[in-house]
């Protein structure tokens, strides 16, 4: 049988977009926590909250961003008592990647879209909700899910970029917007922006970026924005623009465009977005941003060269008064492998060698750990912490990677390590400056990577600019009627470790200054979650089974495992209110892992139903209440067939150009379209063609598609359906 759902199981990244069984999220205001100081913080407020510990007031917990507390009532010896204190359910199927901030005793979290929550942390109550009412067209955009890394809460507001491209500054205390800003370039060009990451407080300004680097026609840029206002102060581009529009427009970009392949396809926009990790240092007045991929992928095929592509896949610092830069650092020139740098970026004061640093520490999805100094820009060190052949090593004074032929897909496909959703990507890990170790949730893991323009799929317009699909999906024969002939697996697979041929998620405990690993463990599912780590000598993490577990920082021992029956993806964090240490973490699967195949039997969404939750623990609390059971209704009776052979067989190309980055064949995130009502196949033109289920995030795709496509793409799914039905029947 063709599993058309493996074939395009495309470039794990991430993004996508509706949500399910939304909760209805008018403003509903309530009266705050009776300590709450209505959100009111500031960089001196964030210096002093680094010894206490009792609110998480930034992504990271801390200026640093080391998603590591200082409270330690939850600890090593009694951690066995960790158990359920409440949960807040947000009405939602997507996956959550954020982590809570906390303030004074009132949590504020951001879901699907760019939707936020306010509820009371020592209880769960709902204090309000803000719904920032997107243009659902933008849902098609999104790579990997509808998601969203993160708001931020200062001097009294929230600040949080909606999937939509705006940004919008809301009451702390009532969640009333006060101020809300467009931050596209172009929006009437519908280029594929989204934003999906936290913005951050840069001195005097909110600095916001967006994503988009995988698809075609986004140029990646970060904005800054008067806190008070909402008035544009500056706007930095990471890429050059098309040399025929005229001379670059910004000082930084002259020299970069000197590393651009001349021919380079400009259409597409050149990519470099910035869609997580920025962080500031208010010392040196510096923002530090992370690019991705520069857009296309292939950078070598008709005969180009390729060049650096500054500044995609790159750390740049940038003075946050003038928005100038300060200096870069490349961490991958020639990028083809989807090798983004947006990964976050922890800021600490490390001695290395004797001297005192202050350094940036990056895990890139490359498998390399970096060291930065971070007033320079220099240089210091950099170590592979997961296995890797897309380089033959870095040079060790620069850490400039030296070029391995045989990792360049341009003529045949190639099995590359680290794969494109990276050996470490957003999910938050955690520096404890006690244990001096850096806590990372790595993959070891590889793609098979497929040039697609010559070949039947074409180049995947609307789709990743290269399919990548994991081994284990692949399959020359089911594959055929995409790519043409493809050479085996086993010839493809030649020389690969063999312990490797499975992919695992493995929690890495990593001496930054040494650059050597210190313990690891098996994360149990694959794919596990952001981590947090605390002075109590634990580290937490959930993973895709539904699993919160507890390790010993300093020896790797599992210490308490909670099964909480939601897959996790997103950094716990914690807290205290009225005395009481809490944990919490926003439970929910889905983001790139969660949408391009279907749930694997192991991981809890397969079990249970993929409810969207923000769970709290405590010491003495009980076993966390599990979501209903589902199971998948066998398949009912399909609709006559339609269309010729031919037209099923176009089908199936569009299905995987267009349709199977978020609609798998089996139960993920979004629907399985082999699985549509009679009444859904009535609507079918209707939602593919003209949008009425733009709200929910499935944009319209006439642009791309017209009626007899639309009718070729129908006419395969009912296909599949007859196959699938006869299957079954055949099953019995
Ligand atoms: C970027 C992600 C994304 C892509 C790509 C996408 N969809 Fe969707 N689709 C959605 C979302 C989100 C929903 C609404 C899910 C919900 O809320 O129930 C949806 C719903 C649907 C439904 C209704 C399903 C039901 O049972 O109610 C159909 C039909 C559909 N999509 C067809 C397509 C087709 C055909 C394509 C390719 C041309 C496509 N979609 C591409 C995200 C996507």
Redesign the pocket.
Known sequence: MRDTSLSVAVLLLS????????KESSTSVAPPLPTASQGDVDFTRLKKSAQTGDDWMVNGRDIGGTYFSPLSAINKSNVGQLGFAWDYKLGTR?GLEATPIVVDGVMYAVGNFGHVYSVAADTGRELWTYDPNIDGQY?????CD?VNRGLVVWKGKVYVGALDGFLHAIDAKTGAVVWKTDTLIDRAAHRPYTITGAPVIAGNVIVIGNAGADFKGARGYVSAYDLDSGVLRWRFFTVPQDPKLGPQDQPHLIAAAKTWDPRHRWEFGGGGTVWDGMSYDPDLDLLYIGTANSSPYTIKDDGRRGGDDLYAASIVAIHAKSGEMAWYYQVVPQDQWDYDSTQKMILADLTIAGVPRKVLMQASKNGFFYVLDRTTGEFISARNFAYFNWTKGLDPKTGRPSPNVAAEYVNAPKVIFPSAAGAHSWQPMSFNPETGLVYIPAAEAAMVYIETQKRPAGLIE??FTVAGIFPQGYDPKSLAPLFGSLPSKSALMHGTPPSLNKAVSVLKAWDPVKQQLVWERPSGAFWHGGVMSTAGGIVVQGNAAGMMSIFDAATGEVLKTIDVGTGMMAAPMTYRVHGDQYIAVMAGYGGATG?YSPFPPDSAPYKYANEGRIVAFKIGGGPVPKPDLVTDAPFSDPPPREGKATDIAHGEI??NR??????TMGRSV??D?R???PA?HT??YQ??LEGI?AP????R?DDV?SRKD?ED??AF?IDQSWQAYTQQTAAH
């Open positions: 993004i996508a977009l509706a949500s399910c069984g939304k997507r849902g098609r955009y999104a790579c509808a609307g789709n949408l569009l299905y267009f349709c199977s980055r978020c609609h979004l629907p379209l699985r549509l009502s859904t609507l079918f939602i593919v289920y929910q995030g499935m944009g795709w598609l639309a793409l129908h799914l």
